[in-house]
């Protein structure tokens, strides 16, 4: 069975500086993609990043940035120069096909003014 | 621009009294999804749509339904809300649900049970 473990139930960060969220995964899939996504209180659930499987090279989105170990089923966002708007819960997610995904139990990031 | 809406924001239920969630999507997406959230906790998949076929998860109760009459709609009912149903229910969509596909979510209704 897939499964996604965010072992960091809260975070906290200095507003400018760096902060990183852990995630670790289980899959016997080859092929798979894993997402963050962030999701502010009281508003909806967005998509931050993607990580293809296949791809070695980490992706990027602007201040957001994965560090993927596809050997240690590691799956980390690093995100720089934090803002007060990036408070937030985050929830790591791997696609396990069947049209589905498996979320961790997600890491509420605090930023601190 | 909204393209996954859910109505109500926030929905108020006696104990028993059956209701329903509605979501609609702009995307013209074939799959969409039913989650419940707990505080604080990852969403739960209750069921999804792959067009109109239904594809419910083992371990969602019977109570809840859902019915999807076209593209653009999704409903979820609750036929008999207990007190351990009171959750945000998120709405979310996917075009085809491929692996590559982030999932598009709506605003959510959290739906409080008196």
């Known amino acids: 069975a897939q499964t996604v473990t965010q072992s960091q139930p809260e975070m906290s960060v200095q507003e400018a500086e760096t902060v990183t969220l852990s995630c670790t995964y289980d899959?016997?899939?080859?092929?798979?993609?894993l997402f963050w996504y962030k999701q502010p209180p009281s508003r909806q659930m967005i998509l931050v990043i993607r990580?293809?499987?296949?791809?070695?090279q980490n992706a990027t989105e602007n201040r957001f940035s994965v560090n993927f170990q596809k050997a240690a089923k590691s799956f980390s966002l690093k995100i720089s120069d934090s803002q007060l708007g990036d408070a937030a819960m985050y929830f790591c997610?791997?696609?396990?096909?069947?049209?589905?995904?498996?979320f961790g139990q997600g890491t509420r990031l605090t930023i601190n003014p | 621009d909204a393209m996954v809406i859910q109505n109500p924001r926030y929905q108020v239920t006696q104990f028993g009294k059956p209701v329903t969630l509605s979501c609609s999507q702009t995307?013209?997406?074939?799959?969409m999804y039913w989650y419940q959230q707990k505080s604080s906790q990852a969403p739960k998949l209750l069921f999804h749509?792959?067009?109109?076929?239904?594809?419910n998860e083992a371990d969602t109760p019977d109570n809840f339904q859902s019915r999807r009459p076209n593209t653009s709609f999704c409903f979820l009912d609750i036929r008999s809300p207990g007190l351990g149903d009171a959750a945000m229910y998120l709405c979310?969509?996917?075009?085809?649900?491929?692996?590559?596909?982030?999932?598009?979510f709506g605003d959510g209704t959290r739906l409080s049970i008196l």
């Open positions: 979310a969509t996917s075009r085809d649900g491929g692996r590559s596909q982030p999932q598009h």
């Open positions: 899959t016997s899939e080859s092929d798979y993609y």
């Open positions: 990580q293809e499987a296949y791809k070695q």
């Open positions: 997610a791997l696609h396990q096909g069947a049209q589905k995904l498996v």
């Open positions: 995307l013209n997406h074939n799959v």
């Open positions: 749509y792959y067009d109109k076929d239904f594809n």
